[in-house]
């Protein structure tokens, strides 16, 4: 029987080096472009949303025997999944992602609440919770622009601080000549 010797890739410090590379230089790109970058985060944005739909949808759906209110994660499931079909079909839906962001929020906070009220566990921090998700969801319909502004100067500061410290982390891992994993 033949053994083979896993590699675990974050034991290597280039790993860490070149990805450090690669996460301070999208967060440079979120602050030289950041009407791109709101792009390309869309489209990832959508690859979420069509994951967590699909599980969502697959947890009610096995759910539906022990929970009489398994419809409402089924139907929040399917809003998920169609928000991310609209965001990865349609080039032009990314320019809306934050419209589709705010109804997502608006979405999520008006399942949580419905689905609190229905197993009467309506707490102040569950409804305090599900009203912040709707009042943000709104801003985010009202003022678009503003949160495009703000998610990629916030992204932009924290990719370029982890790319920092990815690369700092490879090269003092590579000077100590040793794993620190």
Known sequence: MLMFESI????????DFALGLVILGFGLYCFSRPDLAILTLGRIFGIFLFIFGV?????SMKGRFNNQYWSASFFEGLLYIVFSIILLLSPESVLVLNRIIGLWFLTVGFFRFLLSRLHSILSRYTLTGDALL???G????VYPKIFAGLVAAILGVL????GLLMIGNGIAVWKAGRRLY
Do not use: K, P, V
């Not at 599980?55 to 947890?59: F, N, S």
């Not at 709104?138 to 319909?141: A, N, Q």
């Open 8 to 15: 675990n890739i974050r034991q290597q410090w280039w790993f």
């Open 55 to 59: 599980l969502y949808g697959i947890t």
């Open 134 to 136: 709707i009042l943000f």
């Open 138 to 141: 709104l801003f985010l319909l």
């Open 159 to 162: 990719f370029i601080m982890i």
